[in-house]
């Protein structure tokens, strides 16, 4: 158990749909991290959050968001669903902002299916 | 462009042999370098990382990785595999300047047979 939840773990939705993921990170963690993985595109960093500012951002739609609020755990919503974005979606925590040398702690997952 | 290459899509074992996982990378820069194991149903977990330092890295579960920079390579080696190594494993790296964007491989399937 890495100490980082995610809720649900499953998701099924329809195509047009919204939906949020949510992720408590470890005690004590500031960085949240989300990472979306599937079948064609393999592992793919989404997006950072330190202490509730945004940090960095990979290869994430515009209809995607997220936030981190004062309590440090993030929600990832996503909107006007695609069949393509069923996926697993991994959320992740790490102590600091200096992601490089920071472990980064992964949660079990929220699989989403959109069909 | 900056990649991360896993050669080996599937890999079977026995009990009891050894294995070796190989991760080639792209960079400008020597990046940092991890792997990380999924097992099914799991999320990931780190088995060890490289930053600087000396070139063979011991991890968790028996693990080691040995970094080669003039191969570009930081392959994973176990001596002897257990059922329960049974995985997909993952090598990944992050650029200095990536604020630890993990880029991950496209992960090696390990299968262990008795």
């Known amino acids: 158990d890495s100490g980082v939840t995610q809720t649900p773990k499953h998701l099924i939705t329809a195509t047009g749909q919204r939906v949020t993921l949510r992720c408590s990170p470890r005690?004590?963690?500031?960085?949240v991290y989300w990472y979306q993985q599937s079948l064609d595109q393999g592992l793919q960093f989404l997006i950072q959050?330190?202490?509730?500012?945004?940090?960095a951002k990979g290869n994430i739609l515009e209809r995607f968001s997220a936030q981190q609020f004062p309590d440090l755990h993030s929600e990832l919503n996503l909107s006007s669903l695609e069949l393509g974005d069923s996926a697993l979606y991994f959320c992740?925590?790490?102590?600091?902002?200096?992601?490089?040398?920071?472990?980064?702690?992964f949660g079990p997952g929220t699989r989403l299916t959109v069909l | 462009a900056q990649s991360v290459t896993q050669p080996d899509i599937h890999i079977t074992v026995s009990e009891g042999a050894s294995l070796e996982l190989r991760c080639n990378y792209s960079?400008?820069?020597?990046?940092?370098l991890f792997w990380y194991v999924q097992s099914p149903g799991q999320g990931l977990q780190l088995l060890l990382k490289?930053?600087?330092?000396?070139?063979l890295v011991q991890g968790i579960k028996g693990f080691e990785a040995e970094f080669k920079r003039s191969q570009s390579s930081f392959n994973l080696r176990k001596p002897s595999v257990h059922w329960s190594d049974a995985a997909e494993y993952f090598c990944?790296?992050?650029?200095?300047?990536?604020?630890?964007?993990?880029?991950f491989g496209a992960g090696t399937q390990v299968v262990v047979t008795p």
């Open positions: 005690s004590g963690d500031l960085s």
């Open positions: 960079y400008g820069a020597t990046p940092y």
């Open positions: 490289y930053f600087s330092g000396d070139t």
């Open positions: 959050y330190y202490n509730g500012e945004e940090r």
């Open positions: 992740a925590s790490s102590v600091g902002i200096a992601g490089v040398t920071d472990t980064q702690y």
């Open positions: 990944a790296v992050v650029g200095t300047d990536s604020w630890g964007k993990l880029q």
